[in-house]
């Protein structure tokens, strides 16, 4: 809740700052509008805007449901077997250094630019952190975590990966909170670089279009966007593990 209080905050000073350049200072409209050029421009637009910052909204939440299963799952050998324990790490350490929007363009190419190359743009670029943390945090919890659930290595698999997911449900319940903002930006990126629809194509068509009102008011739809996603993951989060470390005994 903090986090999000910020975070309003700042958006409430930008707009502040707006406000103040148009105000005080000679800034031609086509660098700077009037915020009543903009407000006027959202309202003759505003199902359609609507309807694109839905879209967007549906698939970056669709991608990060995927990220987590997928990055979550990833890390599930690490419990099961000594021998294959090693491959989620070293398969973190590659994720980590593929630069996922240089090669989105190619992804498009194979899949083509529509939903499906959305969502899976969205989750390369949300799912990275999730996963790297989630199998760095499996990997290192200690053997007394099994020892103490009364899990030995010759007991049932199962139980050993429950008492994994319960040692690492801190970590990865924060970097899940922390990635959600990530699962929007790789959505406006698909958009931009060619969906055909969502508030990252409406940037590009204002931007193309020398629209600065409208380039503007989709940048604002794309922030409330990543700020409703946020908050939404974060009161789940907030509510499988509040905000502290909890308080020894």
């Not at 799952?73 to 690490?78: A, K, M, Q, R, T």
């Not at 799912?127 to 290192?140: C, F």
């Not at 429950?162 to 699962?183: E, F, Q, T």
């Not at 940037?203 to 700020?227: E, K, Q, W």
């Amino acid at each position: 809740m903090k986090l999000i209080v910020l975070q309003i905050g700042i958006c409430v000073c930008l707009l502040g700052l707006w406000l103040f350049v148009k105000r005080f200072f000679d800034v031609q409209d086509f660098i700077v509008p009037k915020a009543s050029s903009v407000l006027q421009y959202a309202t003759r637009h505003a199902w359609s805007r609507l309807g694109d910052f839905w879209w967007t909204l549906q698939c970056s939440g669709l991608a990060f449901a995927l990220a987590i299963l997928l990055s979550i799952g990833g890390s599930v050998p690490l419990a099961f077997s000594h021998k294959i324990a090693r491959w989620p790490l070293v398969l973190a350490v590659v994720v980590q250094g593929i630069p996922i929007v240089a090669i989105a363009p190619i992804v498009g190419l194979y899949l083509g630019l529509d939903m499906a190359f959305e969502v899976t743009v969205a989750l390369l670029i949300a799912g990275r952190p999730i996963y790297i943390i989630s199998a760095k945090a499996m990997a290192s919890a200690p053997q007394e975590v099994y020892i103490d659930a009364c899990f030995l290595e010759n007991k049932n698999k199962l139980h050993r990966l429950v008492a994994m997911l319960k040692y690492a449900k801190g970590p990865v319940l924060s970097v899940i909170r922390g990635s959600s903002p990530l699962a929007v930006v790789g959505a406006i990126v698909a958009e931009y670089i060619g969906v055909g629809k969502g508030l990252g194509f409406q940037v590009y068509h204002a931007a193309t279009s020398s629209n600065t009102p409208a380039l503007y008011a989709s940048a604002i739809l794309c922030t409330g966007c990543g700020f409703l996603f946020f908050a939404m993951v974060d009161t789940i989060c907030a509510v499988l593990l509040p905000y502290g470390c909890p308080k020894e005994s």
